[in-house]
């Protein structure tokens, strides 16, 4: 390992703007005649409108258009997609209704877009939408996912029926219910993995403009993948031919799944700046905006089970889910709830029968989408909180009881279609083990019961498919799109690189680490490494940053390319020292013919590969090369996190004392930046399990937590710091031997600090958020 | 519209605005200082914070108007040409930041904090003054880190200076 | 926010005829609260009228067993004070505990009791302390000055200008924050005063900052967390929400006040 090489706490290149105010997000972009767009929201969860009168605000100060949705369907634009298809178990496609960016004729959650005013400045914008008179006919509302299907439910969408989507099922029914007949231990619970808000700190913006002359379209929006934006917004939703349009994401502040999707607002936009004659139309949501609009996240209500025989030995587990989808189909909305949900409910063990059933219904909420770890924490939370309950009922040493049940080789077929390729599963737990000292656990109980605490301790061991995923596969899955990723390297003459890579960063830190890998493989210094993304003008394409992809995917296509050069740059190094190829090494930033002292620096090789004046026959100038790489598995991070807590029982508070994650994430490229990514998902799991929460009103669909008055999020004195370390099993499908560590922390977290609340209380039914009050009545239910 | 004078990061400005413009939109829309983000409508999230006349406030929940005849800092003013603010070094050194946008209001709110205190900050300070400052990425473990060593390196230069 | 027309007066006097003279004003102190809700549009005065530089509502003066401090002082001047701390550290720790740093450089004691939230920590002070409200028109005893949520006995024309805070023997606030918000779920402020026990509760009660009679009572006898085992706070009269029940408050409430009093030393 060099210094800035692979495996090193490098500082990270991109700090500098941003702790210099410099970073550059869609909202510090200002175009020339920039115009501002305000979205009149509908106040209600569900009414027809019946009609809309926009004569008062277009005749306000500074108003340029009052753009409805019948100018929306007059233009022809498409409505936005759900880009997965899913088939019912009667072999049905799940039953999509249409979405248009500008609600039509109905509005189906509060917030739903009914106009778009678009005015000089932001403030007449907004003083004018008051003036937008929409005449609405309410209809009843129906919220909560489990009264979805109920036979009075209000209907949301006439193309399904009950609101039912999908009826989804994996795994072998007749098998598992078998398993469970037979065995000497049935553990049953009823789950509810409660509704997020995935909370960026930067709100969504969107900047549109329309070029007259050229018919060409420029997008600026807070997107962690611009080309799929390009994709959709062009092929479907029919804006503009996807070579007409560029859409840019600048420096997008957080993601976690709220920006992977093709909101209304930016399609609005960017059609919008064509309506009033190609000047650019910009929109930023506040943040009470965002809780109404940015895609939520879980939100299903679940009852699971786990046989075992009477040595605790696994024999089945099941799950019946109804997932809330909201009032409209995301773009991935239909792939979160099924296979990167059910595919993870063998956890890390052998389970011989696994069978879920997963029903996706509509209500009258925000839409339900990807949110950092997307289906795998909601899949964790049923296994591991079914492990910790059954090791509980078998008067069983939680850690023992896993530890029983581990898969132990490898490859290790699930029942569940998941091959996993490589893990050290006891190797995480007893590092956590010992990292937590479990050992001292009962003084440490003892101590706390003296000054009138209730200690707890609580384990996970999860595991978790990223890196996604192989084309086919998906495809085959139901899958819209491929989900490979592009890098080009282009070596200059003077031998500095550019990365142009299809993945984004918003936070993880991009610039760095794939610097580091052109540092190792080329030699060449970090200040002469640029990393280029974001923008689907300089980059061909790509597939964006999600699902823990960018490390084992993106890295592994910029690896493919790197390669390319290096076979290109040896060829050129043994004509220039009349050398064989086989004999070039490159190493250090040279090519060295191998036994001798003849060798090349890099940079001479790139400035002979442009000169041209003396290359081998045949061979074309430049040094720039692309790949696509397509992965052949998705990567499997597992790992243990163990929370102590204690419970104060007169009030109810919980503190975290002490929180140990121990991951196996493969080959490391920043252990820095990785420890980063870890703390980040814990605080967010951590978040979901003690305090996050979207309520809404259960009759009006009224949102009760509507802004950081109401919806808690993580605070740096809820949180405790963090031990973090790593076991390492390198990924046998990708050529670093790299897996996703994006989202393990908020994946692994919330069944630990729940398993340790119960075991602290004595009573194991408590539900997340686990709110002080929710704490102090589980106490004295006890 | 209100005639305000005051002096942001060292210069001398002057603007009439309208009465309702917020001290934040005066800096990233009048003056293009765009390093102060907006992050929550509530007053919650310190994105905004901002110094004025050499206190942290927040700078979506006050007018302009207010801040006439004030001195201001914003992030875009912390270091000195070239040389980084040790607050701004540390969060570098520290990994403190990752998608950047609570960072400018958390250096601000930390910078505060150190004055305000003195001598080197521990875990449970920092925790507890960064109250007003939301961060999403990090899961403030490295923030916590970065302002530990920051407090420590600035008490250990106000006494060399001493 | 809507359209507003901003005035900043230098004296109280000025302030005072600003106010008798223009339509739809809201008087803007430190504008900690007043702010985020024009922003959210629940708020739309005509006229603002700018307290924040007028000198003579600033400063804490302590004499002849109380202590004076200006409408116009911030929290983190009250947290700061070293007189505020000699005198009543109750107070200044309360002062300290309210939103945040930079929430505490601008909001001010004045701005926050007229505002009478009811989850804000100074009323149950002002209320648990019986200090004395001095406005532009009168003086207000605490007990006449709190009028339910968001309502006090302040006439339209009227200002705050002071507070005049009795010294205690023993005074100590405990609070348990909103996880959320921050603000009190409840807030319990119990102080002894010439001889009188005083518990004053913010946070929970459906109708704003009360005095809990039972617990003056049960203290008056012993001053002890434990005189207070055998109460229970009424639920009837607490605030229910997503954040807690009444009954969840109606706990917090005593375990609150238990607090403060083991505090009290």
Redo the contacts between chains.
């Keep these: 390992m060099g210094l800035e090489g692979i495996g090193a706490r490098v500082v990270r290149k991109e700090d500098k703007r941003f702790i210099t105010g410099r970073g550059k997000y869609t909202d510090d972009i200002v175009l020339k005649d920039t115009t501002h767009g305000v979205f009149v929201r509908s106040p209600h969860a569900h009414a027809k409108i019946l009609s809309i009168d926009t004569a008062a605000a277009l005749a306000a100060p500074g108003v340029i258009a009052v753009l409805t949705g019948a100018d929306l369907a007059g233009d022809r634009i498409g409505g936005l997609i759900c880009g997965w298809m899913i088939h019912s178990r009667d072999g049905s496609p799940m039953k999509a209704g249409a979405h248009p960016a500008i609600a039509h004729d109905r509005v189906r959650h509060v917030g739903d877009q009914v106009a778009l005013v678009i005015a000089e400045t932001k403030a007449e914008a907004r003083d004018a939408a008051e003036l937008v008179e929409v005449e609405y006919e309410t209809l009843p509302a129906v919220v909560d996912p489990a009264h979805a299907m109920d036979a009075d439910a209000p209907q949301l969408h006439d193309v399904a029926p009950n609101n039912l989507i999908f009826d989804w099922v994996l795994g072998d029914e007749a098998a598992t219910d078998a398993a469970f007949a037979n065995a000497a231990h049935v553990v049953e619970l009823d789950i509810i993995n409660n509704r997020l808000s995935p909370n960026p700190m930067e709100p969504r913006s969107a900047i549109g403009y329309y070029d007259p002359s050229e018919e060409h379209y420029d997008l600026y929006t807070t997107s962690q993948n611009p080309h799929v934006a390009r994709l959709v917004l062009s092929a479907f939703i029919g804006i503009a031919p996807e070579h007409k349009l560029r859409v840019v994401a600048p420096d997008v502040g957080g993601g976690f799944g709220a920006k992977i999707y093709i909101y209304p607002e930016e399609t609005a936009c960017l059609w919008a700046s064509k309506r009033i004659g190609g000047r650019p139309v910009k929109w930023t949501s506040e943040r009470a905006e965002a809780f109404l609009t940015d895609c939520h996240g879980r939100d299903h209500v679940t009852k699971a089970k786990l046989a075992l025989a009477a040595d605790g030995t696994f024999l089945a587990l099941r799950s019946d889910t109804i997932a809330n989808i909201g009032a409209y189909m995301s773009t991935f909305s239909s792939a979160t709830p099924t296979y990167l949900h059910g595919t993870l409910l063998s956890g890390q063990y052998v389970i011989p029968a696994i069978f879920t059933n997963v029903k996706a219904v509509y209500t009258n909420t925000t839409p339900v989408d990807a949110y950092r770890g997307a289906g795998r924490p909601e899949a964790t939370f049923i296994v591991e909180r079914l492990v910790e309950t059954a090791a509980r009922q078998l008067g069983m040493d939680p850690a023992e009881l896993r530890r029983k049940n581990f898969i132990r080789s490898f490859p290790y077929q699930t029942p569940v279609i998941l091959t996993y390729d490589a893990g050290d599963f006891e190797g995480n737990l007893d590092k956590a083990l010992a990292a937590v000292d479990y050992a001292g656990f009962a003084a440490r109980k003892a101590e706390a019961k003296a000054r009138g605490k209730l200690r707890g301790i609580g384990f996970s061991s999860y595991i978790e498919a990223c890196g996604i995923a192989p084309s086919q596969a998906v495809g085959s899955l139901g899958s819209g799109v491929g989900l490979w990723e592009s890098a080009e390297v282009r070596v200059n003459p003077v031998g500095s690189v550019e990365i142009l890579t299809g993945s984004h960063s918003h936070g993880q830190g991009h610039e760095t680490t794939f610097a580091q890998l052109v540092n190792e493989r080329l030699g060449i210094g970090m200040e002469n490494i640029q990393i280029v993304h974001g923008d689907t003008d300089k980059v061909q394409f790509g597939m964006g940053t999600y699902g823990s992809r960018s490390g084992a995917v993106g890295m592994s296509a910029i690896v493919k390319a790197l390669d390319k050069v290096e076979a290109k740059a040896k060829k050129i190094a043994a004509h220039l020292m009349e050398a064989s190829e086989a004999d070039i090494v490159m190493e250090g930033g040279e090519l060295k013919v191998a036994g001798t002292d003849k060798k090349l620096p890099f940079f001479q090789v790139a400035l002979a590969a442009y000169t041209a004046h003396n290359l081998p026959a045949g061979m074309e100038p430049g040094l720039k090369e692309g790949a696509f790489y397509d992965p052949t598995n998705f990567t499997y991070p597992a790992g243990t996190y163990i929370c102590e807590v204690e419970v104060d029982p007169d009030t109810g508070k919980v503190e975290i004392v002490q929180f140990v994650a121990v991951d196996d994430f493969g080959r490391i490229i920043n252990p820095m930046i990785v420890e980063g990514q870890v703390h980040g998902g814990l605080a967010q799991g951590i978040g979901q399990a003690l305090m996050e929460g979207v309520s809404y009103d259960p009759q009006s669909g009224q949102l009760l937590t509507g802004s950081y008055m109401d919806y808690c999020m993580p605070r740096a004195d809820d949180v405790p710091s963090f031990k973090v370390d790593h076991v390492t099993t390198l990924c046998p499908g990708n050529p670093l031997g790299m897996k996703g560590c994006g989202e393990a922390g908020a994946i692994g977290s919330p069944p630990a600090v729940i398993n340790a609340i119960t075991d602290a209380i004595g009573n194991n039914n408590l539900s997340m958020p686990a709110t002080p009050a929710k704490v102090w009545a589980a106490v004295h239910a006890a | 519209m209100a005639t305000i004078s005051l002096t942001v990061n060292g210069k001398a400005v002057s603007a009439t605005v309208e009465d309702r413009t917020l001290l934040v939109q005066y800096l990233r829309e009048t003056l293009g200082l765009t390093g102060t983000h907006v992050g929550c409508d509530t007053s919650q999230c310190g994105a905004c914070v901002v110094h004025v006349d050499g206190k942290a406030v927040k700078a979506c929940t006050m007018l302009a108007a207010q801040a006439d005849g004030t001195t201001v800092l914003t992030i875009e003013g912390l270091a000195t040409g070239d040389q980084l603010h040790p607050v701004q070094a540390a969060f570098r050194e520290h990994h403190g930041l990752q998608c950047g946008f609570c960072t400018p209001g958390m250096i601000m709110a930390a910078v505060d904090m150190i004055n305000r205190h003195g001598g080197p900050l521990d875990e449970a300070t920092i925790r507890h003054e960064l109250e007003g400052n939301i961060c999403r990425c990090t899961g403030y473990h490295n923030i916590v880190k970065a302002i530990e060593a920051a407090s420590a390196e600035m008490a250990g230069l106000r006494q060399a200076a001493e | ?6 005035h ?1 007066p230098s004296s109280v006097t000025e302030a005072a005829s600003l106010l008798a003279s223009a339509e739809d004003v809201k008087l ?1 102190a430190g ?2 609260t007043l ?2 809700t ?4 629940l708020a739309a005065p005509a006229n ?1 009228i ?1 307290l ?1 530089k007028i000198a003579e509502l600033k400063g804490i003066t302590v004499s002849g067993g109380t202590v004076t401090i200006g409408a116009g002082t911030t929290h ?1 001047e009250v947290n700061t004070s070293a007189d505020v701390k000699a005198a009543i550290p109750a107070l200044a720790k309360l002062a300290g505990g309210i ?5 505490r ?2 909001g001010t004691i004045g701005g926050s009791v007229a505002n009478n939230d009811p989850a804000a920590d100074y009323p149950s002070a002002v209320l648990g302390l019986g200090a004395t409200v001095v406005t532009t028109k009168r003086e207000i005893p605490a007990d006449d000055f709190f009028a339910g949520m968001f309502t006090t006995a302040l006439d339209e024309d009227e200002i705050i200008v002071r507070f005049v805070f009795p010294v205690p023997e023993k005074a100590a606030y405990a609070k ?1 924050a909103n ?4 603000y009190a779920m409840a807030g319990v402020f119990v102080a002894v005063t010439g001889g009188t026990v005083r518990v004053a509760v913010t946070g929970a009660g459906s109708d704003g900052v009360f005095r809990w009679a039972d617990a003056e009572a049960a203290l008056a006898g012993t001053m002890t967390p434990a005189a207070l085992d055998g109460l229970t706070a009424d639920a009837s009269a607490m605030l229910s929400d ?4 009444a009954a ?1 408050r109606a ?2 409430v005593k ?1 609150m006040a238990k607090r403060a009093v083991a505090a009290l030393g």
């Design positions: 926010m809507y359209q507003t027309t901003y900043r803007l504008g900690q702010i985020p024009m922003k959210q549009r603002l700018d924040g983190a939103g945040d740093p930079h929430v450089h601008l348990f996880p959320a918000s921050r997503i954040h807690g029940d969840y706990n917090l375990v």
